[in-house]
């Protein structure tokens, strides 16, 4: 870091105000993201979901799947059909095994009188 002289300090100044206002600009940002939830139509959700359309509207109408109707069309954000894709997920042997230890540690003995 080299030496300022006081001639060069008003400069120096002026470049960390500046940089200062560029880091409060970029953590406001980070603070509130525009963040646009991606939308898709049926035959967008049938393609994303590997379905059919005839058995996405099957499982819409059954309430498998999360939907929104605006109207007489049905939408359906990414973010909800990946959580639901998640949440299909089958447990492992090991993992199984290790909630039934879980269970059988935190369950009350039953005491007979």
């Known amino acids: ?63 498998q799947i999360p939907s929104n109707k605006s109207g007489n069309r049905l939408y359906f954000y990414k973010s909800e059909l990946e959580a639901w894709i998640k949440g299909g997920r089958k447990k492992t042997l090991a993992e199984l095994q290790l909630e039934a230890q879980e269970y059988t540690r935190k369950k009350p003995k039953h005491k007979h009188f």
């Open 1 to 63: 870091m080299e030496t300022l002289t006081f001639e060069q300090l008003p400069q120096a100044i002026c470049q960390l105000h500046e940089k200062i206002s560029k880091l409060e600009q970029l953590l406001q940002e980070r603070q509130n993201p525009q963040h646009v939830e991606e939308m898709f139509t049926v035959e967008q959700a049938a393609a994303f979901l590997n379905l059919t359309i005839t058995t996405l509207h099957r499982k819409v109408s059954s309430r």
